[in-house]
């Protein structure tokens, strides 16, 4: 792999305006580069891409990632050749790909429940991990991967009332939220990486 001062330096002036995939042998590695590049950016003050870390096997953090690339929140990522060729929701499905949900929001619990299991969640009695929901009279619990603790949903009919976050063991719930964002928890939706940059030039570094 190469260093960031080389890439910030010499590699990334001569095409910025363009997309970027850096491919990296590990996920570590990939990491420490985004992490380092962005500390020399603001040191020697040289104008830095935005990237993001694309994940081998995270879902979440994968869709989380590719959402921003769609969005044009971000320039590029940073991954593995194994990362790139794992499949992801396609460009396509544009907001589909996540769900939002906002406090006084009409959202029938029906349908809410259907979106999490093709989200890849699983039902539970009670929750404890990524990846699981639970319901109980007007209160939707789930843990999505956006965030450390799980989000606690009070329904009035088909509307949000309120949403918290919560402790496991303890089950006392935080502060009100204003948002909050749940992703896939499985990968492979038909999409790859390549359909992110069709229609303009690829800057790919190994």
């Known amino acids: ?37 962005e500390v020399l950016a603001g ?22 990632a590719l959402h921003d690339l769609a969005q044009g929140k971000i320039d590029g990522m940073a991954t ?3 990362g790139a060729s794992q499949e992801c929701a396609p460009p396509s499905l544009g907001p589909r790909r996540l769900l939002e949900i906002r406090p006084d929001m ?3 619990r029906q349908e809410m ?25 007007q209160v939707l619990d789930c843990f999505a991967a956006t965030q450390d603790l799980p989000f606690r949903f009070l329904f009035n009919g088909d509307a949000v009332e309120s949403i918290r976050s919560f402790e496991i063991q303890t089950q006392r719930t935080n502060e009100h939220l204003s948002l909050a964002v749940i992703l896939p928890v499985v990968s492979g939706s038909g999409g790859m990486l390549t359909q992110y940059f069709s229609g303009g030039r690829i800057n790919a570094v190994f």
């Not at 363009?18 to 491919?23: K, N, S, Y």
């Not at 040191?43 to 989380?64: G, H, M, Q, V």
């Open 113 to 137: 429940l259907g979106r999490l299991l093709s989200f890849g969640f699983k039902r539970v009695d009670a929750v404890e991990s990524v990846g699981e929901f639970a319901v109980r009279g």
């Open 1 to 37: 792999s190469f260093h960031p001062y080389i890439f910030l330096r010499f590699v990334y002036p001569e095409a910025s305006e363009t997309r970027w995939v850096l491919f990296f042998s590990n996920e570590l590695e990939a990491r420490d580069f985004i992490r380092e590049m």
């Open 80 to 82: 593995t050749p194994f």
């Open 43 to 64: 040191l020697l003050k040289l104008k830095c891409p935005r990237l993001s870390f694309l994940p081998d096997e995270e879902a979440a953090a994968r869709e989380l």
């Open 106 to 108: 009409v959202l029938p």
